[in-house]
Every structure is written in structure tokens, then in C-alpha cells.
């Protein structure tokens, strides 16, 4: 069964790619023409979103840096310890929303610090993979084809991001504890 996915995930791109340029052929589309016009409308979006990236950094940055999230993690370090979660992954907890980067350097951290096959880096691994990075998204995208008014975008998202780490720890706490 493992090789039929591993030749499927082998051939999508390519059939799909060939599919692609021979419906554009078919239909007598420029597509070179319709190519280069997309790229200059992505280099176009690019350098519209800067703004809204770098000030996303900054805040994340400046973030980490004040301390805060160390401050956080010990008032609820006994809270924590109730429900098997492992207080290395606030910091996850915390910098998902915000960025994926920032997200995924904290996972490298906690991988490298209590090894791959820890229960913290379990449930990790399925935190990020069960949450989004909502401000990150509000900022660059909505940004990008200028929407400002997203509080009830914000609201949902963050409530999706709370359920998704709640469910990460249920699951992990199911299948790994």
C-alpha cells in the first residue's frame, strides 16, 4: 500500500503540471504570456504585504525578547502539570498564532532540547500541525487585498487555534501518555 501513495505523490505534480499546459494548448491560451503576467502580479502582492511583515516580525520579536512568554510559563506551570502538559510548549502555544516561522523555530528548540521522541515534542509536532497562524494571516493577506475591519475573522480564528491545541492535547494525551 506504501508504495501505490509513494508513486502517487511521485507523479501528481508532473500529470498535473502536463495536464495543465495541455488544456492551455487545447484552449489556445498564451501561456507563457499568462505566466509572466502572474509572476508580475505576485512580485506585485510581495512587495504591497512588506509593511504588514515587518511589523509582524518586530512584534514577535520583541515579544520573545521582553521575556514575557518565560513569565507566562511559570504562573502556569502548576496549572500545566494538572493536565500532562509539558511547560516547554507555551512558547508554542503562544508564537503559533503570531507567525509559522517563529512557530517552527520554537518546535526546532524543544526537538533539539528533549529529543524526538519526548512527549513534549509529541505533542508539539501536533500542536502546529493543528493550529494557524492567525495575526500572521490577518496582517499579509487580508492586508493584501485591503481588508481592514477583521474582528470577527480575528475572533474565529483565535477560537480555532484554542480548539486545535486543546484537541492536540487530548490526542496526544490519549495516545502518547
Known sequence: MSSVFNLISLWTLPVLLMVVLTLGIVKRVSIYEEFTDGAKDGFKVAVKI???LVAIIVGISMFRASGAIDIIANVLSSLFAKFNIP????????VRSLSGSAALGVFSDIANNLGPDSYATKLAAVMVGSSETTFYVLAVYFGAVGISKVRYALTVGLLADIIGIISAILVCNW???
Not at 511547560?87 to 503562544?94: A, K
Open 50 to 52: 512588506i509593511p504588514y
Open 87 to 94: 511547560s516547554e510548549t507555551l512558547p508554542l502555544m503562544i
Open 175 to 177: 495516545l502518547f501518555a
